[in-house]
């Protein structure tokens, strides 16, 4: 059943998506109930604006049509009555296009979109009516005249179609009138040839019909892309604006929060170096004994409690100025394994009065690190320590530095204690974080320990990998990564001149750089 539910984070990703699909849902029903062919009122108007710009941008055509079928049209009927035609003809059309052009000149307007749908299917249906004039009295019913009427009619019914692709009530009221009047035409002359051509007036009128159906339903997928886009466009700009008013937030509050640790770090620092004083003074008893020996333990809690609240209170800074970027790296030439045979001996007592006993396991002959050793020993120190207090007693624990496969150097810190559940690992890992063994164990803390020694290994380029099994033990693997390793150069030849004073280089090492170790190949 577990699988079944979805996680709090598979919630928040979809929380948009199903907000999206809602709004999408009640726009289109709203639309449908107020357009008028079915799709959105903006979308009528779009592909009425699109008939519009089709005539126009066309209107040459549709005159040299006219013009040409009106010479041919001299063939088969009296001159007069061509050029009469003809000028009907482009009257129609001339009217159109002033039409089209005075809609193109109004503001967008979605409630006349209807009149002038109407406007323009009767212009339409006027100008198949005309063509209707000269296609049906031809003179003759010969094989010829047949022939040229079926592709005049088809012709006009292609150009039709295609210029009223978007309005699809226009393209039919146009090029119906002219197919019907050629069928029947041609099935009123009775012979089976005349069957034929009728049979082929209506397929081509159905085939155009489709063919304008489909570039409608094209032109309407890709205004609703259009719109899609310019929605989903409008949701990353207030996305964006939404995004940008938290971070001014944040960085306000971030501001706000290091200028609160300052001041308060000045005002806890300053009673407690007064607490710390005094305590050590009774604890020590300089102005002598004290008359009730309990005093002399009081004293040493007092002292104790302070040395704790001054160090979660620069634990607290420390985490503070690496969450907000302003921890500096003091980087010097140092030896990782010194740090570690410090840090083993400044624990060791303590490590000693719980009966654990702590193994050294160096590589010997490792060069220096380029790093900041205060935090580097901050590191060992907080995960040495960590390690001694979830030891049980009479445990185990293992101190290892090494060469990494890569070249360069790595830290272990691994016990034999109660170690982490693995889902509990992302937890320790993060802010002021504890596991439940750290909950039910006498010494906690304040959950820093861990985050600052990752954030400090990673501000060296290193890698910080926790492993733990629950009853097994926890190891803590630390690497620096090969840039961080220091090689001197060879020495210099006999005879060869002495190093300049105003050089940089020091006498002792000709040189120090970042580069790999070129003899790793002697590490693990």
């Known amino acids: 059943m577990s699988d079944l539910v979805p996680s709090p984070a598979d919630a928040a990703a979809a929380a948009p998506r199903t907000r999206r699909a809602a709004a999408q849902r009640v726009r289109e029903a709203r639309d449908r109930l107020i357009s008028t062919s079915g799709t959105r009122p903006a979308f009528d108007y779009e592909l009425l604006r699109q008939y519009a710009q089709t005539r126009m941008s066309a209107s040459l055509v549709v005159v040299l049509l006219v013009i040409s079928t009106g010479a041919l049209s001299s063939l088969w009927m009296p001159l007069l009555n061509a050029g009469l035609w003809t000028c009907g003809m482009l009257a129609i059309h001339a009217a159109v296009i002033r039409l089209c052009a005075k809609f193109l000149k109004q503001p967008s307007n979605p409630a006349t979109t209807r009149r002038w749908r109407r406007r323009f299917v009767l212009f339409d249906l006027i100008y198949g009516l005309a063509w209707t004039i000269i296609l049906v009295h031809p003179s003759g019913a010969d094989a010829v005249s ?3 009427m079926l592709f005049v009619m088809m012709l006009v019914v292609a ?6 692709a978007t309005q699809p009530i226009a393209a039919f009221a146009s090029t119906i009138p002219v197919t019907a009047a050629i069928a029947v035409n041609f099935v009123l002359r009775g012979s089976f040839n005349d069957y034929v051509l009728a049979a082929l007036a209506v397929t081509a009128e159905c085939y155009f019909g489709l063919l304008a159906h489909r570039l409608h339903s094209t032109t309407l997928a890709t205004l609703e892309a259009r719109a899609e886009k310019d929605a989903l466009i409008g949701e990353l700009e207030q996305a964006k604006a939404i995004s940008d008013e938290a971070r001014h937030r944040a960085e306000s509050a971030n501001i706000s929060k290091s200028r609160f640790l300052a001041q308060m770090s000045h005002e806890l620092r300053t009673p407690l170096n007064a607490i710390l004083g005094f305590s050590e003074v009774m604890k020590s008893e300089i102005f002598g004994p004290h008359a009730i020996p309990a005093y002399k333990d009081y004293s040493a809690d007092i002292h104790n409690s302070g040395v704790h609240l001054l160090n979660l209170i620069n634990e607290i800074l420390d985490l503070s100025r690496i969450e907000a970027g302003r921890y ?21 007592l303590r490590a ?3 009966g654990i006993t702590i193994h050294e396991m160096f590589e010997q002959d490792m060069p220096k690190l380029w790093g900041d050793e205060r935090a580097t020993r901050q590191v060992v120190l907080n995960l040495l320590s960590n390690s001694i207090k979830f030891t049980p007693r009479g445990g185990e624990i293992w101190l ?8 360069g150097q790595y830290l272990s810190v691994k016990d034999n204690g109660s170690g982490i559940p693995e889902d509990e690992i992302p ?3 993060a802010s002021f974080g504890q596991g439940s063994n750290s909950i039910k164990s006498a010494e906690q803390g304040a959950g820093l320990g861990l985050p600052i020694a990752k954030s400090l290994i990673d501000m060296h380029g290193g890698t910080f990998t926790l492993k733990s099994k629950l009853r097994i033990g926890t190891e803590v693997i630390v690497t620096f990564p090969p840039e961080r390793v220091m090689a001197a150069l060879a020495p210099l030849p006999e005879g060869a001149p002495p190093l300049q004073p105003d050089r940089p280089e020091p006498t002792e090492v000709a040189r120090l750089r970042r580069s790999p170790i070129v003899n790793a190949g002697t590490g693990s």
């Open 146 to 148: 047949s022939t040229l």
């Open 159 to 164: 150009v039709s179609s295609m210029l009223a």
């Open 328 to 348: 500096e790296l003091n980087e010097e030439p140092f030896s990782l394994v010194h740090v570690v045979a410090d840090c083993h001996h400044l624990l060791k």
């Open 427 to 429: 937890i320790v890992l």
């Open 352 to 354: 000693s009065s719980r």
């Open 400 to 407: 290892k530095a090494g060469w990494t496969a890569s070249g």
